[in-house]
């Protein structure tokens, strides 16, 4: 059912009317001259909006939605969507509560979360029916705690990362995706008023790439929200490129469109005017069109021992520690699984051997301790391939998802004005496939927007409702649970097999949440940051 409603600002739009909400769909929120020029706020409209229909996606890979389903291990119905676009991409989708007469309150002052999708930065959209708010939305109505839900579209893989020092003299700046984040903020913060939300109640929500981007958005000296949250990533996932090896991801893309023995000038014309699809055709898929150090959004390298101090530190400095109301963390038992066919499983066969070797040459300062790994993990020459995948994926998991987590809760300020939450996601997935069982990365998502209830049980559906609960809460400005203090106090979801739905875990030992303590041992004994570059290097082949 289609509706209309006077935005004071924006005019006339047309929206469409779902179970409890009202969506509209696509709004602009930047402009661009070309494709990796600076994203401009739009701020004026036509007098009348159809907001009705999702607007173009940014350019990626046609038919990536299939591959997060199979990431999720369940589909859901796709929605119709237009071509993606290099120029009409940068658009955003709002769902507002309705009162219970089914009317837009326009004078409320609903507290509003903006979710940033993740795809590693080279897929993803807005518009993927598991991110839609409305579910959400309806509960926060139910309980009482009405919230706006958005979700914005950047541009990913050339147009969102590529960036050269030829390209920088011409006026194009590094990292444009998160620019573009930066801008939809602004946007949500000037016109959200005017649909019942409040500008000074914004919680910047990212999963993956997305949960990244929202740490990264920490970098800012300008606040951009009150509120952060992040699920299944962080700053500490991996490293931004330094400037050697975006260099080299330019040349890739030059040498791709045959550009090679054109001049500068000539170069950046024919990257402007490359037909859409060459964008993502054309360019080899190893190819690290990834966040850059640019001084400006990325400040520098983070390490371990940046985040986890609460002191700045020069070289990677996090001004939304001060400025950021309350930050919260979650992480998945089994969040590494994704790397697993991102590229991992072209080290098979004869994983095993190789992740021992590697180990051994990258410790090889630390013989003991190499052992003590591979003995935690249960890794020797022999361990059979699918064996070894898991115990592999368990490391990576731990030491680039839950280390990262508490790293980030041990530098939080930690105070009254400055508070620090986190979760840990154990349910596991209820579908089949490879890794059905294991709480795998983006099944939080699933479960938290609750597109997926009708495939669950009873049990995960309570848990579910549960998570999604306590969301609302935090969006609200309330204490879901008691914030991190003097210990690592943590919220746990699941496993219903075990009969959990939700508890609170005081202590945070990890043992009560889940966890193993092995690679918080071994990174107290040679470093953290040695053991996040030694999976690193083990996964780029290095």
């Not at 990292?175 to 573009?180: I, K, L, P, R, T």
């Not at 080899?284 to 640019?294: E, F, R, Y």
């Not at 051997?353 to 590697?358: D, E, I, L, R, S």
């Not at 495939?455 to 999604?468: I, V």
Request: glycine letters at 10%.
């Amino acid at each position: 059912m289609s509706t209309t409603y006077v935005h004071p600002e924006i005019g006339q739009l047309k929206g469409n009317i779902v179970d409890g909400a009202v969506q509209f769909l696509g709004l602009k929120y930047a402009s661009l001259q070309n494709r990796l020029a600076p994203s401009e706020l739009v701020t004026s409209y036509r007098p009348s909006t159809d907001a009705s229909k999702f607007g173009p996606p940014p350019v990626s890979p046609l038919g990536a939605i299939q591959r997060e389903f199979g990431f999720i291990q369940k589909s859901l119905p796709v929605p119709e969507v237009p071509d993606h676009s290099d120029l009409e991409g940068l658009n955003l989708n709002i769902t507002l509560p309705l009162t219970k007469d089914g009317a837009i309150d326009s004078t409320a002052r609903h507290p509003v979360y903006v979710f940033i999708h993740g795809g590693g930065f080279a897929v993803g959209s807005s518009w993927y029916p598991h991110y839609d708010p409305a579910p959400l939305v309806k509960i926060s109505t139910e309980i009482g705690r009405p919230v706006i839900g958005i979700t914005i579209n950047y541009r990913l893989g050339v147009a969102g990362f590529l960036t050269s020092e030829e390209l920088r003299k011409a006026g194009y700046k590094a990292n444009n995706g998160f620019h573009d984040q930066k801008v939809a903020l602004k946007w949500v913060q000037k016109f959200i008023p005017g649909f019942g939300g409040d500008p000074d109640e914004i919680t910047v929500v990212g999963e993956s790439a997305g949960g990244l981007s929202a740490t990264m958005l920490l970098m800012s000296k300008e606040p951009l929200m009150k509120r952060c949250l992040s699920t299944g990533g962080a700053v500490l996932l991996f490293k931004p490129i330094p400037a050697a090896v975006a260099e080299i991801a330019y040349q890739t893309v030059i040498n791709a469109f045959g550009l090679a023995d054109k001049t500068p000038e000539e170069r950046i014309k024919a990257l402007l005017e490359v037909p859409v699809d060459d964008l993502w055709q054309k360019i080899p898929p190893a190819t690290p069109l990834l966040p850059s150090i640019d001084g400006d959004t990325v400040p520098g390298e983070p390490s371990f021992l940046s985040v986890s101090s609460k002191e700045d530190d020069p070289s990677f400095t996090i001004p939304g520690r001060k400025w950021c109301a309350s930050m919260m963390i979650g992480e998945s038992k089994l969040d590494a699984n994704i790397i697993a066919w991102l590229g991992l499983d072209g080290k098979n066969p004869g994983i095993a051997a190789k992740f021992v070797t590697h180990v051994e040459n990258a410790l090889s300062a630390h013989p003991d301790a190499a052992s003590w790994l591979l003995s935690s993990y249960d890794i020797t020459p022999e361990t059979e391939d699918e064996e070894a995948m898991i115990a592999i994926l368990r490391f990576a998991t731990e030491i680039s998802f839950y280390a990262p987590a508490l790293a980030f809760a041990k530098g939080w300020p930690n105070t009254e004005e400055h508070k620090f939450y986190l979760y840990h996601f154990n349910e596991g997935n209820p579908w089949e496939g490879r890794f059905k069982g294991e709480a795998g990365h983006i099944l939080d998502v699933a479960f938290l927007f609750q597109n997926y209830n009708e495939h669950m049980s009873d049990a995960q559906k309570a848990l579910a409702r549960a998570y999604a609960e306590d969301f609302i809460k935090y969006v609200s400005g309330e204490d879901p649970w008691p914030p991190v203090g003097k210990t690592m106090g943590a919220r746990v979801y699941g496993p219903t097999s075990d009969g959990i739905t939700a508890k609170y875990v005081e202590s945070g030992d990890p043992v009560e949440i889940g966890r193993n303590p092995r690679v918080l041992d071994l990174g107290e004994k040679v470093g953290f940051d040695v053991l996040l570059d030694l999976f690193g290097s083990f996964f780029q082949g290095k």
